[in-house]
T-cell receptor
Framework: SQTIHQWPATLVQPVGSPLSLECTVE??????LYWYRQAAGRGLQLLFY??????ISSEVPQNLSASRPQDRQFILSSKKLLLSDSGFYLC????????????FGPGTRLTVL | AQKITQTQPGMFVQEKEAVTLDCTYD???????LFWYKQPSSGEMIFLIY??????QNATEGRYSLNFQKARKSANLVISASQLGDSAMYFC??????????FGTGTSLTVIP
């Protein structure tokens, strides 16, 4: 069966520090991968999605970036965090374009101080 | 323009009763998908149910059913025989023809014993 992992689960970082969040999927190949952010008490905002290695589409131009170095690995990064980057970051995968449903990881709660 | 609208920020239901969570969507696409996710306090997004735009019958998954009214562009979630464990945030989402995903702002459901 397929599983999706995210780490770390929680993170507290100072303003201006770098960020690296990792997401990996097991038990599948060529998944579509997504990064979302959820501000406190809000819905989900799509940040990036990827249909394959090295293919990244950005939905929201910010100080965040994403990379997909391997088929089942998706990384969210920042060189300098802002206070507004605080939130709950969720990674999701989708088996392929022929399948609609996205499945989410456990999330990373990021607090920028 | 907002793609997904959930007008009920909070709902209460008595245990064992049924509850309907409202969702309307906005799209001019012919092919799209509609989803409901549950987010308990732990934060993980749990997939509940899916309805394709060409599906003529309402989707059902156990105690969950999706009341799909295409002409009204509504996709309400019905939870029958509510349980205490159903207390959570519920998000409606849509996948459009361009494979973009949009989420509503969520409805907080509280089941009262």
């Amino acid at each position: 069966s397929q599983t999706i992992h995210q780490w770390p689960a929680t993170l507290v970082q100072p303003v201006g520090s770098p960020l690296s969040l990792e997401c990996t999927v097991e038990g599948t190949s060529n998944p579509n991968l997504y990064w979302y952010r959820q501000a406190a008490g809000r819905g989900l905002q799509l940040l990036f999605y990827s249909v394959g290695i090295g293919q990244i589409s950005s939905e929201v131009p910010q100080n965040l970036s994403a990379s997909r170095p391997q088929d089942r690995q998706f990384i969210l990064s920042s060189k300098k965090l802002l206070l507004s980057d605080s939130g709950f970051y969720l990674c999701a995968w989708r088996p392929g374009l022929a399948t609609d449903t996205q499945y989410f990881g456990p999330g990373t709660r990021l607090t920028v101080l | 323009a907002q793609k997904i609208t959930q007008t009920q920020p909070g709902m209460f239901v008595q245990e064992k009763e049924a509850v309907t969570l409202d969702c309307t969507y906005d799209t001019s696409d012919q092919s799209y998908g509609l989803f409901w996710y549950k987010q308990p306090s732990s934060g993980e997004m749990i997939f509940l149910i899916y309805q394709g735009s060409y599906d003529e019958q309402n989707a059902t998954e156990g105690r969950y059913s999706l009341n799909f009214q295409k002409a009204r562009k509504s996709a309400n979630l019905v939870i029958s025989a509510s349980q205490l464990g159903d207390s959570a945030m519920y998000f409606c989402a849509m996948r459009d023809t361009g494979n973009q995903f949009y989420f509503g702002t969520g409805t907080s459901l509280t089941v009262i014993p």
